[in-house]
């Protein structure tokens, strides 16, 4: 069985980060380690969160000890400086392909309690990743390009891709981009070799929380499993798609999550085939 680490918070409340990556990867027969980055009362767009930092170097000596290895590092919300420059430690002690989900923002702002050089601190981390996976504003914050929020021209996404290739990863994917008022999807570009795969959906109006984490998670799965790209953003995006018209059928409360839990048994079934072909 491969095995993935994934560093990011344990939001207590608000489906998000760990509490979406953990059941995924199990969910898609990867043995799933955690490295929780802090734990928050709530995700940050509760008013009033709590945050506790956690330390993981303790962690990262017993497991070296332990002589532990890894087929992946995915990184997520980091929260801060610190935790970024443990990561950054983390990378350099265990060899794994990184792909690092540089989560710090969403519809043209960044999430509270984050300072603003943060996009500059993420930089440094994306420089060390085979894999990034931006949604659309955290793409214009990295790139240093003004913040559109749709739709976005080739043009724009262009600039957007040239500038996010070149801090370093190999491969880049975008999420949210909305190249017509009512279609939204996510791009995925193999800099190394110019390759770019798009895959879109019909775009529901309002805000989505965790979908970002339900995307990096299911392309993470997919791609350490050894999916080709193109089945990889394929299928992580109809799970993301899938998760919100589940959401909205439903009626849950936007701030709680979307409902991957009944989107799993289909998609699971769907991530088997790829790997039977
Ligand atoms: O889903 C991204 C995310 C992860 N972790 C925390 C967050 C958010 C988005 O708001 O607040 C703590």
């Known amino acids: 069985m491969k095995r993935i680490v994934t560093m990011q918070d344990l939001s207590c409340i608000g489906k998000c980060s760990l509490t979406v990556a953990l059941p995924l990867l199990s969910a898609m027969g990867l043995e799933c380690a955690v490295l929780p980055t802090a734990v928050l009362s709530a995700h940050t767009a509760f008013e009033g969160f709590r945050y506790e930092p956690l330390s993981l170097t303790p962690v990262a000596d017993h497991w070296q000890q332990l002589g532990l290895q890894f087929d992946m590092i995915y990184t997520g919300y980091l929260g801060g400086r610190a935790q970024v420059d443990q990561a950054l430690d983390f990378f350099t002690r265990f060899p794994a392909m990184r792909l690092v989900d540089p989560v710090m923002a969403d519809h043209g702002a960044l999430y509270a309690g984050l300072e603003p050089d943060f996009p500059a601190v993420l930089r440094t981390l994306c420089a060390q990743a085979d894999l990034i996976t931006p949604n659309i ?141």
């Open 137 to 277: 504003t955290e793409a214009a914050l990295l790139a240093g390009l003004p913040y559109e929020p749709g739709t976005h021209s080739d043009a724009y996404l262009a600039q957007l891709f040239q500038a996010l290739g070149a801090l370093g990863a190999g491969v880049v994917t975008v999420t949210g981009v909305r190249p017509q008022p009512d279609v939204i999807g996510n791009v995925a570009c193999d800099c190394r070799t110019g390759e770019m795969h798009a895959s879109m959906r019909p775009a529901h109006p309002g805000v989505f929380y965790g979908t970002g984490d339900v995307f990096a998670s299911a392309l993470a799965a997919l791609l350490v499993r050894g999916a080709p790209l193109s089945a990889a953003l394929e299928t992580a995006t109809a799970l993301t798609d899938e998760s919100i018209c589940r959401s909205l059928w439903r009626d849950t409360p936007r701030r709680f999550g979307v409902d991957f839990e009944g989107a799993l048994p289909a998609y699971i079934r769907r991530v088997e085939k790829i790997f039977e072909a």
